[in-house]
């Protein structure tokens, strides 16, 4: 008999990902090209998870912070059924310094801060992950060196924190 496993299904989609990063035509063009990473790295893991990132009453693509002074736009916001934003998501081109980049994600946090719970900073291969109650305390996990026990680590982790069925009822 043959079984689903999620854990299973989860890691295939990473393993996918890391072949498109490295091994697709084309896949020089992730390098300075966020909109191409985020089709190609960013967005196949959130459909995983099962978020919906077509649906904006699940994920708004291009969120505005409302009545904040400078312009402060996440690129993902994964929101739970009443429509509140909890994960607030960074991307970056594929081989972006993200250290640099983190203070950008404390300001959108800020911008979120009543309800957003988590936020991750990723560019596609390299995911740093945040616990909005203590910014300086995070996670990382660079699929491409398999670091943290590799796929698994990353799904586990992923999957316990960022799966949609956390936040939406079936």
Known sequence: ?????????????????????????????????????????IDPILCKLGWD??????????????????????????????????????????GTNLKKCAPKLLQYTNAFKDTVKYALLTDGLV??????????AHQEFDLASNHFGGAVSFALFMLGKFDAAHYWEP
């Open 1 to 41: 008999m043959n079984y689903q496993s999620p854990l299973k299904d989860f890691c295939i989609v990473v393993e996918q990902v890391i072949e498109t990063a490295f091994t697709s035509p084309g896949n020089e063009i992730l390098t300075n090209n966020e909109a191409a990473t985020r089709a190609a790295l």
């Open 127 to 136: 995911w740093q992950f945040y616990d909005c109650t203590n910014m300086n």
């Open 53 to 94: 990132i077509s649906d904006p009453a699940m994920v708004e693509v291009e969120k505005r912070a409302p009545s904040h002074k400078n312009d402060v736009v996440a690129d993902y916001v994964l929101k739970n059924q009443d429509g509140m934003p909890v994960v607030c998501v960074e991307a970056k081109s594929k």
